[in-house]
DNA sequence: CACTATTTTTGCGTTTAGCAAAGAAAATGT
DNA sequence: ACATTTTCTTTGCTAAACGCAAAAATAGTG
């Protein structure tokens, strides 16, 4: 009886796509008016002020190269939001972190997305919005360990 | 007690973000082994065989621009994928549709890629299937229009 | 010290995308 | 009837996003 699974799965495959280009759209319309490219501001989100990375590290996580990467520091580097030193272990390691700068955007980027989010979950109940921390937790979590097998 | 709120936006947007990543990465691996471009792949998989449609109404159901668009379409016209063809009743229109090649990649396409989500939902049961399922189709009309509101 | 491995950067080509202007056709006003 | 405006698509141009392969720099190893 897996003709129930064939029809979730095709379900959720259509739904996801949708969810998709629409999240593409708001990341784009928010990165645009808080004057980043997108892949600036995807980076910057997940750098936290005090630590450092190295740009594999930053690769990975964003699932993109390390020469992209390097661009993308280049550029915040450019407009002094990140700090890049060599490490003093292993000079071949480049340091990635946050400038005074850099944590000032960071603060008010994340707290205006995670506003931009509120704004939008702020008419459905509080168990709804349960369900969807849940039906995307479990979600991303697949992907995530799909991908890690089949990459 | 809005403090809830704040908490759960705040969580459902990192989760929504890493999965937008997760799924990007996901579509451009099928893509390519379909030997198709993202763009190509995401058009296809919005055309439904006999239909027929304007540039625009691809245009907008990809969220994208129209001349984006022309050229999305250049590339599988040039691959016999679908027929471009002017309106008679009113001629500025195009009508897009797939040929009989366009079909049947189509079909294999959308199969393939429902199985590929049916992989990564197996191992689960048919409840949190369908957790997944109502999650994420709230959370992408509540997406969907606030963009509507938004752009 | 030569050789190999690792980390990052550079050079280069491809893909993705939109804007502004042009082109083509229809609708509208006079 | 025909000039004007509107609508839909395409073209020219530019920018952004991205990865591969080679180079550069450093570390580790026989």
Same mark, same amino acid.
Request: aromatic share 6%; hydrophobic share 40%; with cysteine.
């Given at each position: 009886?897996?003709?129930?699974?064939?029809?979730?799965?095709?379900?959720?495959?259509?739904?996801?796509?949708?969810? %998709?280009?629409?999240?593409?759209?708001?990341?784009?319309?928010?990165?645009?008016?808080?004057?980043?490219? @997108?892949? /600036?501001?995807?980076? %910057?989100?997940? @750098?936290?002020?005090?630590?450092?990375?190295?740009?594999?590290?930053?690769? &990975?996580?964003?699932?993109?190269?390390?020469?992209?990467?390097?661009? =993308?520091?280049?550029?915040?580097?450019? /407009?002094? %939001?990140?700090?890049?030193?060599?490490?003093?272990?292993?000079?071949?390691?480049?340091?990635?972190?946050?400038?005074?700068?850099?944590?000032?955007? @960071?603060?008010?980027?994340?707290?205006?997305?995670?506003? %931009?989010?509120? /704004?939008?979950?702020?008419?459905?109940?509080?168990?709804?919005?349960?369900? =969807?921390?849940?039906? =995307?937790?479990?979600?991303?979590?697949?992907?995530? &360990?799909?991908?890690?097998?089949?990459?």
């Amino acid at each position: 009886m897996d003709m129930k699974l064939k029809q979730q799965a095709s379900a959720i495959t259509e739904l996801t796509f949708d969810l %998709l280009r629409c999240c593409e759209a708001k990341e784009k319309m928010f990165a645009k008016d808080h004057g980043l490219k @997108v892949a /600036e501001f995807r980076c %910057l989100r997940i @750098v936290e002020a005090g630590k450092s990375y190295s740009v594999q590290e930053l690769a &990975t996580s964003m699932h993109l190269s390390p020469s992209r990467l390097t661009r =993308i520091i280049d550029g915040l580097f450019a /407009e002094k %939001l990140v700090d890049r030193v060599q490490s003093i272990e292993d000079r071949r390691f480049a340091k990635i972190s946050l400038t005074n700068k850099g944590q000032t955007l @960071v603060g008010k980027l994340k707290e205006e997305y995670a506003d %931009l989010h509120g /704004e939008m979950l702020k008419d459905i109940s509080s168990e709804d919005r349960d369900k =969807i921390y849940n039906g =995307i937790s479990l979600m991303q979590g697949l992907v995530s &360990t799909w991908l890690v097998r089949n990459a």
